[in-house]
């Protein structure tokens, strides 16, 4: 599995078809709402590719000078279970310390909350909140 640090528009495009694939079809996200504010120039984004194909991808942003938030964390259905989501986000995760930021926030779907608590996000706030059409909490780690 190769990991693209992406940063320009190509390498996000490979992002984004994970994206389209994975939340668009799947969950009939309208692509309005799946791409928003954070997503372009500034936003950096982790995709995992097998054999040159686009499968896995994470994007983060900075939020303080201090502080990003890991969202749209994705894998392609036929690559579930596989690992695939734990690895972007240690992938994000190095980048992220690389940059010398000390936080990450996330806000987690709540069918995934354990996802993140075993990689060491804990519950900020345990307040459900509508994010699209999932239910979500905020979580965080810090470095």
Known sequence: MEVLRAESEW???GAYSVRIQ???RQHHISLR???????????KYIVLLD???PVATCRFYETSPETVTIGRVVVLPDYRGNGLG?????????????????????ESRTEAIRFYEKLGYRIVDDTIVKSGVFACVRMNKML
């Open 22 to 24: 994975g939340m668009n």
């Open 86 to 106: 734990r690895h972007v986000i240690r992938e994000a995760e190095k980048w992220i310390r690389e940059l010398k930021y000390r936080e990450i926030e996330i």
């Open 51 to 53: 054999d040159g194909y």
């Open 33 to 43: 709402e799946e791409f928003d504010e954070h997503d372009g120039e500034g936003t």
């Open 11 to 13: 390498q996000r495009a």
